[in-house]
Every structure is written in structure tokens, then in C-alpha cells.
């Protein structure tokens, strides 16, 4: 079974300053691993995903993640906080099926971002 | 978001009732999905569908039910449903790859009395 672990409900940090919102994953096989926003009453938006390549992937307003297969993790990260970027930040990962095809995402529990002016 | 369109947004229903959700898709996308996000736990899968043909049911009650009638809309119809039922519903779509990516809807807030 595949598993995502976001350490941190809660993460604050000073707008201008650099922000990580950590993630680790279990998985059995090669993992593809997503990083979701999700702001008041409304949906998930996709920041960036990791699927094979360079560890180090770009994304959406800034942000970028650095797999560590290493350490199985996927921290999200963005040089310098914006008082907008506060959300809640969901990690997801997929793992190939027997025969192809899109399993639904597993997510961690989310971490709410708060970036203070 | 308007790639993915969710109705109603806001949905209070009694445990006795009968209502659906819809949820359409304008991306093109061959697979979808229904999520529900309740208070203080990670966003559960529902369902799978791929190219209209069910393929992951995660142990969902039978209260809720699931149906594709074509790659660009998916319903849940609901009956009988739980006060612990009430949570946010979200639509997914992508094409049926591994490496895709999934884009949500805007979700369905429902209030079961």
C-alpha cells in the first residue's frame, strides 16, 4: 500500500522569507508525486508534479519541489513567500497499476500555510 | 477551474432523500474520478472510471452510487445518506496514463441533517 506523510498541520512563515512544506511517501514500485493547492471553497489546483528526470522540478507561481529518493521525500518550496501563497498545500502520489493505466491519487493530510505581511 | 465544472455547489439534503451530483469535464480527458475531503482527514478516493467502465470502487458504501454515461460527465446519485456523509465532493479528470495529471473541480459542499 502507498502512503503520504505531511509532518506539519501548520507552517508560518514571514512574506519574503523562503518557504518548504515538507513530504514524505511510501511506496512499492516507482512513485509519481504531485503537489496540489487548495484555497478556501474551492478545488485542488496543480502546482507541479515529479514523474522521472531531474530531481529538481519547477511549477506554478514560483514554487518548486526537489525529490530525494534517497530520503523517499518530496519537499515543496519557494524562494520567497508571497502573503497570496497561503493556502492549504496537499502532497499526492501514484504509483504504476498491474496492466497500465491512472489510479486515483493517495494524499497526505495537507498543510495549512500561513504567510504573515 | 473551468476546465472542470461541478453542480450544485452547495447541496443540504434530509437522510431520507435522493439527490445526484454532476460533474463535467471540458479537457478532452478519458478518465474520472469522485474524492471526498471531510473535516481534519486526507482526501478519500471514491471511484475510478476509464473510458466510462468502472475500475476502482474503494469500498464506498452502497448509498452512494456512481455513473459514467460518457468520458465527459460523471454522477454520484446519493440516497439515504449519513450525517457523516457531509463533506466536500470532488470531481477529477485525466487522461488514462500513469504520468497524468488529475484537475479538480470546484467540489460539492453537502450538508446531510
Known amino acids: 500500500a502507498q502512503s503520504v506523510a505531511q509532518p506539519e498541520d501548520q507552517v508560518n512563515v514571514a512574506e519574503g522569507n523562503p518557504l518548504t512544506v515538507k513530504c514524505t511517501y511510501s511506496?512499492?514500485?516507482?512513485?509519481?508525486l504531485f503537489w496540489y493547492v487548495q484555497y478556501p471553497n474551492r478545488g485542488l489546483q496543480f502546482l507541479l508534479k515529479y514523474i522521472t528526470g531531474d530531481n529538481l522540478v519547477k511549477g506554478s507561481y514560483g514554487f518548486e519541489a526537489e525529490f530525494n529518493k534517497s530520503q523517499t521525500s518530496f519537499h515543496l518550496k519557494k524562494p520567497s513567500a508571497l502573503v497570496s501563497d497561503s493556502a492549504l498545500y496537499f502532497c499526492?502520489?501514484?504509483?504504476?497499476?498491474?496492466?497500465?493505466?491512472?489510479?486515483?491519487?493517495?494524499f497526505g493530510k495537507g498543510t495549512h500555510l500561513i504567510i504573515q505581511p | 477551474e473551468t476546465g472542470v465544472t461541478q453542480t450544485p455547489r452547495h447541496l443540504v439534503m434530509g437522510m431520507t432523500n435522493k439527490k445526484s451530483l454532476k460533474c463535467e469535464q471540458h479537457l478532452g480527458h478519458n478518465a474520472m474520478y469522485w474524492y471526498k475531503q471531510s473535516a481534519k482527514k486526507p482526501l478519500e478516493l471514491m471511484f475510478v472510471?476509464?473510458?466510462?467502465?468502472?475500475?476502482e470502487n474503494n469500498s464506498v458504501p452502497s448509498r452512494f452510487s456512481p455513473e459514467c454515461p460518457n468520458s465527459s460527465h460523471l454522477f454520484l446519485h446519493l440516497h439515504t445518506l449519513q450525517p457523516e456523509d457531509s463533506a466536500l465532493y470532488l470531481c477529477?479528470?485525466?487522461?488514462?496514463?500513469?504520468?497524468?495529471?488529475?484537475?479538480f473541480g470546484p467540489g460539492t459542499r453537502l450538508l446531510v441533517l
Open positions: 477529477a479528470s485525466s487522461l488514462w496514463a500513469v504520468r497524468e495529471t488529475q484537475y
Open positions: 472510471y476509464s473510458l466510462e467502465e468502472r475500475v
Open positions: 511506496v512499492s514500485g516507482n512513485p509519481y
Open positions: 499526492a502520489v501514484r504509483v504504476d497499476r498491474a496492466g497500465g493505466g491512472a489510479d486515483g491519487l493517495t
